[in-house]
């Protein structure tokens, strides 16, 4: 069965002080690793898909990296407003996602 | 403009009542899903439809029953609900197009948050 591990499960920075969330995966046969952006009240909001090892995204603070076993998303100089839950989900055969648990990220000013 | 939308947004409700919730995409996507978020912020699928046949079907029990009347709707009803239904439910949709392993993006609607009293 596929599985997702998300670490840590919280996360408290300093405005400007970057970090990576983890996000470890088991999985036959990967389709996709999706990066997704969830505030609270709302539905998570897309933010990146990878699909194969070495590849890597970007989008304004927020960087994804994918390799055989874990994805990473790089949070550099975080402002308040990246505060948020970063899930990832990865995708095997067919439509279906499997979700990690999310990290929580806190940027206080 | 809204992109994945449902309704309600919350429903609170007693054990044993029937209930439904609706979604609806305007992003001409073929593919839908329902999820169920716990309490433990944990996304985990439902059910899916393409075109309306159903295609992925977790183990959920009976008394859920999702219909898709069109492409951009797909409603999901709960029968006799139950203390544990209490969720917050998402409406993802996504286009799957001829290669059903495309790695298409889900987008999701705003949750509905069902309480079950």
């Known amino acids: 069965e596929d599985q997702v591990t998300q670490s840590p499960e919280a996360l408290r920075l300093q405005e400007g002080e970057s970090s990576s969330l983890n996000c470890s995966y088991t999985?036959?046969?990967?389709?996709?690793l999706f990066w997704y952006r969830q505030d609270p009240g709302k539905g998570p909001e897309f933010l990146f898909t990878?699909?194969?090892a070495g590849e890597e995204k970007e989008k304004e603070r927020l960087k994804a990296t994918l390799t055989k076993k874990e994805s990473f998303l790089h949070i550099t100089a975080p402002k308040p407003e990246d505060s948020a839950t970063y899930l990832c989900a990865v995708k095997a055969a067919g439509n279906k996602l499997t979700f990690g648990g999310g990290t929580r990220v806190l940027v206080k000013p | 403009d809204t992109a994945v939308s449902q309704t309600p947004k919350y429903l609170v409700t007693q054990m044993g009542n029937d209930k439904s919730i609706k979604c609806e995409q305007n992003?001409?996507?073929?593919?839908m899903y329902w999820y169920k978020q716990d309490s433990k912020k944990f996304l985990k699928i439902m059910f899916s439809?393409?075109?309306?046949?159903?295609?992925i079907n977790e183990t959920v029990p009976n008394r859920f029953s999702p219909k898709s009347p069109d492409k951009a709707h797909l409603n999901l009803h709960i029968n006799s609900l139950e203390l544990g239904d209490s969720a917050v439910y998402f409406c993802?949709?996504?286009?799957?197009?001829?290669?059903?392993?495309?790695?298409?993006?889900?987008?999701f609607g705003p949750g509905t948050r069902l309480t079950v009293l």
């Open positions: 439809y393409n075109n309306k046949e159903l295609i």
């Open positions: 993802a949709s996504s286009h799957r197009g001829a290669n059903p392993s495309s790695y298409n993006e889900q987008f």
């Open positions: 999985v036959s046969g990967l389709r996709g």
């Open positions: 992003l001409g996507h073929d593919t």
């Open positions: 990878l699909y194969s």
